[in-house]
């Protein structure tokens, strides 16, 4: 059993409680999922679950954890720095019951993983490693150790479908307890049993959460009727109250004129009148009381919206945007070559994936095309990397990083649309190495609003964003008047997003069908 009780988590840099008396019991069978908007706390509590100091550094948090005799396995969301400088041999080396493993069992995890046996003893260091690459190796280190008590957070990030299959796999049959987070709602839907929703309302001056055993389609459409009802409710009573009110005020106006209008010679009438006022007045305090207890109108954390390109950014369905060859995809450290013979045509306002397993060389693909796009005259161009520092400087706040002009008016107008995306203006102020991923995205992302890119070049665009935002995200690249090239394991983004789908293997890019929502060869 895993027990959180009374846990209350205070940011220390702007005293901000993103959770408040949190309390959650898991059992062996349940498979828990934290949603919830970026920022919200989520990897903080994880954090806080496994080992309390890790949190202690920006949050303070006081609760009690009681974990019996739970062993936890924690799968981090990025990967520590002093572990990429590791290599593969010493990083599982590590593990407690690694030498313990026969080479039987060690031989069918590398098949299960779809590893060679060699993943285990490779003198590569793990930052060397793909982003999918690297979260199969924290998986199996894991799992060496024999944990009871699965913790991880971003599991599914830069993961394959096939991995991401497998992943499913594995949670649905541990027999024990899984805590995760992740933004793949395909993941989550096939998964998760019980949900924890971390929320911040009231301009993020209050923390709310829910734990409710239930799995995610039916958690999310009770609860969009639970508000729809609600706000039914105290739409009724603000009628109800209305009418009541102005017959109220006649009455107390038509007793307030004759009282004014009775003379001395009338004292019975007088007083009468008095006692009618006072009636008056108690009823008064009677609505007072009935209107404390009033439907509230339902509050909950709404999620991004803002508008990908403008006016100018429509591709003209005949133009050829670009046409790509090239004879050799050879790994970054030049060790070897990852595919050959590559073509890519893309036309007009086409939204094209590129997808295909980890470790084939897609990033690296990417980063050659968008080079080649951004040195273009004819077109204007935006690139999120996959690795958002490679564009952001992270001693810069989102402000200064998207303003190169130093204009009060052009920074007031930034602070208006950092707003919109649920930054606080305590955060809009925080060094952007101090933000969540989903936070540096939407960064990101809204120097492409900002823009009047015609062609946008995406390596998993939607990978740090909520479940909750994930649909906005989607609708708001889908209707990008421009053209797209991106990659994504996002099964959601692929069926709703792409009109192409690309898998990148040894020999080139072949096209992919669409079958049953699920990218297949041609």
């Known amino acids: 059993m895993l027990n959180v009780k009374n846990l209350t988590i205070t940011h220390r840099k702007d005293l901000r409680v993103i959770l408040d008396k949190f309390n959650l019991t898991l059992n062996d069978g349940d498979k828990a999922v934290i949603i919830g908007e970026e920022g919200n706390g989520k990897s903080t509590l994880m954090k806080w679950i496994y080992d309390p100091e890790l949190a202690e550094e920006y949050a303070e948090c006081e609760g009690e954890r ?124 096939n998964t998760a049993n019980v949900i924890i929703h971390i929320e911040q309302i009231m301009r993020k001056t209050k923390s709310r959460y829910v734990v409710v055993k239930d799995n995610y389609r039916h958690y999310i459409a009770h609860r969009a009727e639970a508000f729809e009802r609600q706000e039914q409710l105290a739409l009724n009573d603000r009628k109800e109250k209305k009418l009541r009110d102005e017959r109220y005020n006649r009455i107390h106006d038509k007793v307030e004129r004759a009282l004014s209008n009775v003379s001395r010679q009338e004292p019975g009438v007088g007083k009468m009148l008095k006692d009618k006022m006072r009636a008056v007045k108690s009823m008064e305090k009677r609505f007072e009381k009935q209107d404390a207890n009033m439907t509230e109108r339902p509050e909950q954390e709404e999620t991004i919206f803002f508008k990908l390109g403008k006016e100018n950014s429509k591709m003209p369905a005949g133009k050829t945007v670009i046409e790509f060859s090239l004879d050799e995809l050879v790994a970054p450290d030049g060790s070897k070559v990852l595919a050959k ?182």
Not at 115 to 123: I, L, N, T
Not at 353 to 364: D, F, M, P, R, S
Not at 425 to 453: F, N, T, Y
Request: hydrophobic share 40%.
């Open 66 to 189: 009681i974990l019996g005799y739970e062993v936890l396995g924690y799968l981090p969301q990025e990967l520590p720095e002093w572990e990429k400088e590791k290599t593969l041999y010493d990083y599982f080396s590590e593990a407690g019951s690694f030498f313990d493993k026969t080479p039987k069992e060690l031989s069918e995890m590398a098949n299960e993983f779809r590893v060679s046996m060699d993943f285990f003893y490779a003198d590569q260091k793990m930052g060397s490693l793909s982003g999918g690459e690297k979260v199969k190796a924290q998986l199996m280190r894991i799992l060496i150790d024999e944990p009871t008590v699965l913790l991880l957070d971003e599991p599914s990030n830069d993961i394959d479908i096939s991995t991401l299959e497998l992943l499913e796999r594995l949670i649905n049959g541990w027999k024990h307890i899984v805590l995760f987070i992740s933004h793949d709602e395909t993941l989550i839907e």
């Open 341 to 522: 013979d590559i073509f890519l045509r893309v036309r007009g306002p086409e939204k094209v994936c590129i997808v295909g397993t980890n470790g084939a060389g897609k990033t690296t693909l990417l980063r050659l095309i968008a080079d080649e796009l951004l040195a273009r005259e004819d077109l204007r161009v935006q690139y999120m990397p996959q690795n958002y520092e490679d564009l952001l400087d992270l001693d810069m706040t989102p402000v200064e990083f998207l303003d190169d002009t130093g204009d009060k008016e052009v920074r007031t107008r930034i602070r208006t649309y950092l707003g919109s995306l649920k930054y606080t203006a305590d955060e809009m102020e925080h060094p952007i190495r101090e933000l969540s991923g989903g936070q540096k995205a939407k960064v990101l992302l809204l120097k492409m609003s900002l823009s009047d890119a015609n062609v946008l070049v995406l390596d998993e665009p939607t990978r740090n964003f909520s479940p909750l935002s994930g649909p906005v995200i989607r609708k708001m690249i889908a209707s990008f008047p421009g053209a797209v090239i991106s990659i994504s394991h996002d099964r959601k983004y692929i069926e709703e997003v792409c009109t192409k789908t690309y898998l990148l293997t040894s020999a080139g890019l072949e096209e992919m069908n669409l079958v049953d929502g699920v990218s297949r060869p041609f």
